[in-house]
């Protein structure tokens, strides 16, 4: 099983490269997922990634971009909440790229 | 534009099929059909208020019913029987959702261009 | 003329689920009815394994489902996700012939094309 090195500790890795276990996300796991991304965290990308790590406490489920933009737009505005500003933060895909740098599982990719 | 009803009918502990059945219900919600979601028989355990019990070692994904504020879906009912049998209060479930008796099921039924159960 | 949509959700092996739904198919085709898509979900997702091995001796109602939608231009449409968590195809396990991966939005949206949801 692939490892992501943080710290000198190993921390195992799902099969696409996501956290295996959750609990075990901090700080600098984020950054070095970032690093992986190519993504230079600002405090926008921080806001986001913690957006969704709230949402999956709260509901169980790695947001889908469709519903990310919907709940981001009703808790900090439309503003933030649309696809264009997610995709600019993160090019790849914003609820895939975010969801990984939040130590959170992959979003199902049918929804 | 079709108003579809979500009919679930399976425990939470035994099967995937609630699981499954919540994405279908989402993933109609967001291309905006109008849906309704009818708990009955057994699937009303779904609706008891769950943190993770990994004694069962299925997800739980009950947490996730939350989400249908978000996705606008407004009609979440539940059956006065299948509550009844099984000794439920409707005030003890974990969201908001609208407690039929048979006839208010058979007018929602009426209501739908398509059923889909699980 | 009746416009339909099939779901399947049960296996096809513990259940007659796949063999109603050709039958009905059969039928609805025969009496001038159409059918917009046939969609896997939950255990359906089976019968789209590419892998499937049957005696000479037993039908294969898998090839033949997929054989009677390209013959009528049908959309023979599975769940990839529901699929995926099943092991019936991954990133290098393509499914079976004629059936092709689609998200439970894909079926979703095809609902405005049909006037009624037969599910199996």
Known sequence: MAELIVNDTPLALDKHGYLANMQLWNKQVAEEFARLENIALTNAHWEVVHFVRQFYLEFNTSPAIRVLVKAMAQQLGPDK?????????????PAKQATRIAGLPKPAKCL | ????????????????????????????????????????????????????????KLKAYPRSFKLFDLYDIEQVCVCQQALKQ????????????????????????????????? | ??????????????????????LFAKTAVNHGH??????????????????????????????????????????????????????VVSDRLMARDGYTSAGLAEFAMRQSNIDKLVQF
Do not use: W
């Open chain 1, 81 to 93: 909440g649309n696809s264009k500003y997610l995709f600019m933060l993160f090019p790849q895909g």
């Open chain 3, 34 to 87: 159409c059918i917009d898509h046939i969609f896997l979900y939950q255990d359906a997702v089976c019968s789209a394994a590419q892998h499937i091995d049957l005696p000479a001796d037993e039908p294969d109602l898998s090839a033949e489902l997929a054989q009677f939608c390209q013959q009528h231009n049908i959309a023979l449409l599975f769940c990839v996700t529901a699929a995926e968590k099943r092991g």
């Open chain 2, 86 to 118: 099984r000794g439920i209060n409707a005030a003890d479930l974990s969201i908001d959702v609208t407690v039929l008796d048979a006839n208010g099921i058979a007018e929602l039924f009426a209501r739908q261009h398509q059923v889909i159960s699980s």
């Open chain 2, 1 to 56: 534009m079709r108003n579809i009803l979500l009919l679930q009918r399976s425990s939470p502990f035994n099967d995937g099929k609630g699981r499954e059945a919540l994405d279908m219900i989402l993933a109609m919600a967001a291309v905006e059909h109008s849906i309704s979601v009818l708990f009955s028989a057994d699937a009303v355990y779904q609706l008891l208020p769950t943190q993770d019990h990994t004694d069962f």
């Open chain 3, 1 to 22: 003329m009746t416009r339909f949509g099939l779901l399947l959700t049960s296996d096809s092996f513990a259940s007659q689920s796949l063999a109603s739904a050709l």
